[in-house]
C-alpha cells in the first residue's frame, strides 16, 4: 500500500465517528456568497453535499440569489435598491425575485448537484405554503420583504424521505396569496429549527467571528448564545455579520443545537466543519 493511500484511509477512520454521529440526522445549509459565485467553489460545495448525503446525512440546502437577482433587474430597467442592507421589493421586484430564485438559481443548483452525483428536488417557499409570512413592519417600508409566521417542513420531510437533497427558494406566500421576499439566513435559521435539525451551517465570505475583524488569527471558534449581546456591545460583532449572527442564535434558542458560521471561500469547508473535530468558522451554541 502507497503512503498516499494510506493516508486517505486514515482520513476515512478518522471521519468514522462524525459520520456515525450523523448519520440519519438533518444538516440545513445556507448557500450564498462567493461560493455560489466562483465555480471551483460551487464544484467543492455540490461534491461536500453528495458526499454527505451519501453517507447518511440528511441535508437540505437553502439559497438565496442577491447577483443573480441585481442582474436580471438591471436586465428589465429596474433600480436595486437597499435599505439598512435589505432589498426594497416592490410588487415588479417581487416578481423578477420569485422568477430568478424559484427559477433560474434553484434549478441551476439542483443540475449541479445532479452532475455530482447526488439526487436533488428543487422547492420553494410558496409549494404547498411551505413558509408563509405576512409583510414586515417597521420604521421602514421594505415592500414586499417577509416576515415569517409559519414553516411547514412537509414537503422537505417528503423529499428526504425519498432519498433527494431538498434545495428550497426563499420566497414565501402570504394570506392572500402574495409573494414576499424572504432573507436566507432567517428562512435556513427557521427551516432548521421546524426540521428539528442537528446543524445549521451558514456559508459566507469571513473566517467566522474575530475578535478582530482585521486579523484572522483572532477566530473565535465557540460562543454561547449567551455571550452575543456582550460581543454586539464591544462592537466584536458589529455591520453585517450582526443579522447573521442573530439568525444562529435564533436556530439555537429554537432548539437546534448547535449553528456554524463558516468561510465558503475555502474549499470543501463543509466536509472540514462536520467531519472534523476541529471544524472551520465559529460555533454557536
Known amino acids: 500500500m502507497t503512503s498516499e493511500n494510506q493516508s486517505r484511509a486514515e482520513i476515512l477512520v478518522d471521519a468514522l465517528p462524525f459520520i456515525q454521529s450523523y448519520n440519519d440526522k438533518i444538516v440545513v445549509v445556507k448557500y450564498g456568497g462567493n461560493a455560489m459565485t466562483s465555480p471551483e467553489l460551487k464544484d467543492a460545495v455540490m461534491t461536500d453535499l453528495v458526499l454527505l448525503s451519501l453517507v447518511g446525512v440528511r441535508v437540505v440546502l437553502v439559497h438565496g440569489g442577491g447577483p443573480e437577482i441585481n442582474d436580471m433587474l438591471d436586465r428589465v430597467g429596474l433600480e436595486s435598491r437597499f435599505i439598512d442592507g435589505l432589498r426594497y421589493t416592490d410588487a415588479p421586484t417581487a416578481e423578477i425575485v420569485q422568477m430568478v430564485l424559484a427559477g433560474k438559481v434553484n434549478k441551476g443548483l439542483v443540475s449541479l448537484l445532479q452532475q455530482h452525483g447526488g439526487t436533488a428536488l428543487g422547492l420553494c417557499g410558496t409549494d404547498a405554503q411551505m413558509i408563509r409570512a405576512h409583510r414586515m413592519t417597521g420604521e421602514v417600508d421594505l415592500g414586499q420583504v417577509g416576515e415569517i409566521d409559519e414553516i411547514d417542513t412537509g414537503l422537505i420531510v417528503d423529499a428526504l424521505n425519498l432519498g433527494y437533497i431538498p434545495v428550497v427558494a426563499t420566497v414565501a406566500t402570504g394570506e392572500d396569496g402574495e409573494i414576499y421576499n424572504i432573507n436566507a439566513d432567517t428562512a435556513a435559521a427557521r427551516i432548521a429549527a421546524a426540521l428539528g435539525a442537528q446543524k445549521l451551517i451558514v456559508m459566507t465570505d469571513i473566517r467566522g ?5 482585521n486579523d484572522e488569527s483572532t477566530l473565535i471558534s465557540n460562543v454561547n448564545v449567551s455571550e452575543v449581546p456582550y460581543y454586539v ?3 466584536i460583532i458589529s455591520g453585517g455579520m450582526i443579522p447573521k449572527i442573530e439568525c444562529c442564535v435564533e436556530a439555537v434558542r429554537r432548539g437546534v443545537p448547535n449553528a456554524t458560521i463558516i468561510d465558503g471561500r475555502i474549499p470543501h ?4 466543519e462536520i467531519l472534523t473535530s476541529e ?3 465559529t460555533m454557536f451554541s
Do not use: E, Q
Request: charged content about 25%; glycine content about 20%; cysteine-free.
Open 209 to 213: 467571528l474575530l475578535r478582530d475583524k
Open 233 to 235: 456591545k464591544t462592537g
Open 269 to 272: 469547508a463543509i466536509l472540514i
Open 279 to 281: 471544524g472551520v468558522g
